[in-house]
């Protein structure tokens, strides 16, 4: 990473900074690709490793979720039997987060696209407390289903 993105992604220690990362990538849509190329590939084979160590487990569990922010962005969608989406407005976003968002929204579907793929979809303006409930919810509704064909 150090050879294709520079020195300038190593933070004091002399480890790769993600924030670095991110400053550097995010304005250079190459370095980007490149990036996504190489991890995206890691990301979905542990995935894989991980769902097929659950799946031998003597009981494993009735449901399983995985957070993948691209999701349909890398058409990771067809390795999943449901798919839940959760949204917030821009602004509540920005808000929200650490990291500054300007420069990564443009490339990525649009919230209301990404709903209406979704088996499930909530939109996260409210309480920890309320989107709890909602993922209550949706674990409950999954269990229940459990063992229906896949989409």
Same mark, same amino acid.
């Given at each position: 990473m150090v050879e294709r993105l520079g020195e300038e992604i190593l933070g004091p220690d002399g480890h790769i900074d993600r924030s670095r990362v991110a400053d550097r990538v995010f304005g250079d849509r190459d370095a980007l690709a490149w #990036?996504?190329? #190489? #991890?995206?590939?890691?990301?979905?084979? !542990?995935?894989l490793i991980w769902r097929e160590q659950l799946g031998r487990l003597e009981n *494993? *569990? !009735?449901?399983c979720a995985t957070e993948v922010p691209l999701l349909y962005e890398v058409g990771g969608e067809t390795r999943f039997d449901r798919v839940v989406v959760i949204t917030a407005p821009q602004k509540l976003r920005e808000a929200r987060t650490k990291v500054p968002l300007a420069g990564r929204s443009d490339r990525l579907i649009a919230d209301e696209e990404k709903v209406k793929r979704a088996d499930y979809s909530y939109v996260n303006t409210g309480t920890v407390e309320e989107l709890d409930e909602f993922v209550g919810q949706v674990m409950a509704e999954l269990r229940a289903a459990r063992g229906l064909a896949s989409r």
């Open positions: #990036l996504e190329g #190489l #991890l995206h590939p890691k990301v979905s084979a !542990e995935y *494993p *569990p !009735e449901v």
